[in-house]
C-alpha cells in the first residue's frame, strides 16, 4: 500500500441556508454544514444515506497536491 501526503482545497459555495443567529455558534453550525457537504459528495462516503447531497450548497475542488511519501 501506497503512502500519500498532499493537499487538497475545496470551495463551498451556499445559498438560502437557515442558521439561528447569536447563540455564539453560527459559525460553527455553517462549517459544520459545509464539511458535512463534502463528505456526502464523496462515493465512498460512510455519511449516513439519509442525508442526500443539498441543493443550495455547491461544491468544487479548486485545487490539489497528491505526492507519495518516501
Known amino acids: 500500500m501506497a503512502k500519500f501526503k498532499g493537499e487538497l482545497n475545496f470551495k463551498v459555495s451556499f445559498k438560502g441556508l437557515g442558521v439561528p443567529?447569536?447563540?455564539?455558534?453560527?459559525?460553527?453550525?455553517?462549517?459544520?454544514?459545509?464539511?458535512?457537504?463534502?463528505?456526502?459528495?464523496?462515493?465512498?462516503?460512510?455519511?449516513?444515506?439519509?442525508?442526500?447531497?443539498d441543493p443550495r450548497f455547491k461544491v468544487e475542488l479548486m485545487s490539489k497536491k497528491v505526492l507519495v511519501e518516501e
Open 21 to 53: 443567529v447569536g447563540l455564539g455558534m453560527t459559525d460553527a453550525i455553517i462549517y459544520h454544514h459545509c464539511a458535512t457537504e463534502i463528505g456526502i459528495r464523496c462515493p465512498w462516503s460512510r455519511v449516513d444515506k439519509k442525508y442526500k447531497k
